[in-house]
């Protein structure tokens, strides 16, 4: 398997910092070794799913049952790190334009309770089951209590009822075992798909969470899990200098107390933008907190952006390039872009842009990836430059087990709880209060 490059050349950080920093991750790293193949017993066991045999032949059983039920749609009923690591896998690997390559299965994703967006995946809900075509739907929700989700899910699963008779055979709920959503789906015989114990939304998206409905769009999902497997091993690893988790988290840790409290991530292939999506919740959850681990007031924390080359060259990069010094970028490419299309060498458009007669468009697009780079390093703004093989499977699950577990190392160098979010909660519980009322007036 071909592993991710990464190369810190232009982190403007000297290595003997970035070593002094990074022997402060030593426990953590210690912490994680001694939690491998002892099951779900920490937070950080989340590096244990690539490894679960048990847990993945229960979702790849699942699968093929469902599957048996010929599906033409998958609605996604979840929000968060319930649906967003999906989302990244799927379209980076199927592609963001997937539902309209007229797919066997096409997929929607029902988050946010905006009533236009549900009615729209009612529509089609309705559709597909009007012509015939069989809807699952997998509610996935931990607490199996968030507002949205569960909201939602009322209306999608009466569409269910409306149209077949064995409604129930098509919903699969996964979440905690015991949660309140879990106790219904037992109750109405719905088919449950356990979330491991321990295991946060943000850090889920190799267990039953992501798994299934990769499963179910033909995603391969031992590959997914074999490239986290290696990824995992290297951020295990002791010798700090071989230890991208922890190198990349000093960099970044380096930069941030500097003043660079903006953490961008440029990708440079459009199918990653939600890949994108993905990193952000996960370190502006996990690292954006009021208190450290001692209870101390401390409003910590980096604010990721996302990017994509080379569209947003066109947008961000003036403020990237010419604002302040206040951004860590990390520049995240393809190296084999298969598809190979070429402008013709010579025809009556060849006047207009010389340069790219006879070029590829992979050939075009790093061309101006190096430009980009270039401008930085001329600028003297630090980046990180991380490569993926190509976007496969391994490639992404290497990608996205470097993201979680250097965010953990991140959580140790700032010391915060990387695995809470009680800022979020507060929103929550605000949002049930005000639900609770009579009325609610529009503000
Ligand atoms: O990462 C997290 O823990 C959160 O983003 C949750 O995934 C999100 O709030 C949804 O929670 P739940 O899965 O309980 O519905």
Redesign the pocket.
Known sequence: MEMLKISYDDALIPESRILETAERIIPEIEKARSLLSTGYVDNFSFINLPDDKKHLNIVKELVREKLALDPRLLVVV???????GTIAVQEAILGRLYNLSDPGIRVLYADTTDPYLIRDIVGIMKTTLENEGNVLLNV???????T???ANFRILAGMLRKYKRRYEEYIIAT??KG?KLWSLAVREGFTTLE?PAKI?????VFSS?GLFPLGILGVKIESLLEGARKMRDLCLTMDLNKNPAAVIASIQYNHYIEGKNISTLFFFSSDLESLGKWCR??IA??LGKEFNRSGERVNVGMTPTVSIGSTDLHSIAQLYLGGPYDKLVTFISVEDSAPRLQISKDNEYSYLIPEINGRRLDEILNAILEGAKEAFRRGKRPFIDISLPDKTESSIGQFMHLKMIETVYLGRLLNVNP?D?SA?EKY?KETRRILSRESIKHT
Request: net charge neutral.
């Open positions: 979840g929000i968060g790190g319930s649906n967003l996935i929700s931990k607490s199996g209590t968030t949205e989700t569960i979440s905690d949660s979330i946060v939304g943000r850090y889920s969470v919740q996960l959850e996990s695995f979010q979020v929550k």
